[in-house]
T-cell receptor, first 114, second 117 residues
Framework: NAGVTQTPKFQVLKTGQSMTLQCAQD?????MYWYRQDPGMGLRLIYYSASEGTTDKGEVPNGYNVSRLNKREFSLRLESAAPSQTSVYFC?????????????FGDGTRLSIL | AQSVSQHNHHVILSEAASLELGCNYS??????LFWYVQYPGQHLQLLLK??????LVKGIKGFEAEFIKSKFSFNLRKPSVQWSDTAEYFC???????????????FGTGTRLLVSP
């Protein structure tokens, strides 16, 4: 049972480099999310896609872009990485018309910006 | 803006001790409430959830939580913890919005629980 798959699991970048984090889910969920997790700050929503074809900003969108490639895939791009973007990034998915349904999380991408 | 507060950042317990982790939220309307757990090196997993009905909800692994609307709280409890409960616990709130099925969670900052054998 794959669930939510994120690649890569680890990455080190230099300041100014660009990178795309990939996320795919096989649960036929409509909604997908990108979070960052920082010590003492919990999870903060970067961007989300309520359904295929739509994307919206979350709490901390600056410095990021997203693409909902299809129903399965939702990528997060850092155009010009900054040390402040060092974090663990989690992708999640959930049913759209399902307030009773939880979000399912991937294993995370640990990203370090030097 | 909605916020979720978890006042206990670190908790250390011995096995068999009782656990209560606090969670308070600021949203005044109807909410859905969740507790997620993150074991070391793993992704977040749902522990339990509350949507309506009985305010005392039971989750996996012997955890339960009580929704007290008047206190805007959703505290997590377990009568007797085990070493395997060592993890980080996150409270999350989904403020319900009329005419939408979309779920947008606001997470607390997390509580790290260390259970010593």
């Amino acid at each position: 049972n794959a669930g939510v798959t994120q690649t890569p699991k680890f990455q080190v970048l230099k300041t100014g480099q660009s990178m795309t984090l990939q996320c795919a889910q096989d649960m036929n969920h409509n909604s997908m999310y990108w979070y960052r997790q920082d010590p003492g700050m919990g999870l903060r929503l970067i961007y989300y896609s309520a359904s295929e074809g739509t994307t919206d900003k979350g709490e901390v969108p600056n410095g990021y872009n997203v693409s909902r490639l299809n129903k399965r895939e939702f990528s997060l791009r850092l155009e010009s990485a900054a040390p402040s973007q060092t974090s663990v990034y989690f992708c999640a998915s959930s049913e759209y018309r399902g307030l009773n349904q939880p979000q399912h999380f991937g294993d995370g991408t640990r990203l370090s910006i030097l | 803006a909605q916020s979720v507060s978890q006042h206990n950042h670190h908790v250390i317990l011995s096995e068999a001790a009782s656990l209560e982790l606090g969670c308070n939220y600021s949203y005044g309307g109807t909410v859905n409430l969740f507790w997620y757990v993150q074991y070391p090196g793993q992704h977040l997993q749902l522990l339990l959830k509350y949507f309506s009905g009985d305010p005392l909800v039971k989750g996996i692994k012997g955890f339960e939580a009580e929704f007290i609307k008047s206190k805007f709280s959703f505290n997590l409890r377990k009568p007797s913890v085990q070493w395997s409960d060592t993890a980080e616990y996150f409270c999350a709130v989904n403020p319900r919005t009329m005419n939408t099925g979309f779920q947008k969670l606001v997470f607390g900052t997390g509580t790290r629980l260390l259970v010593s054998p």
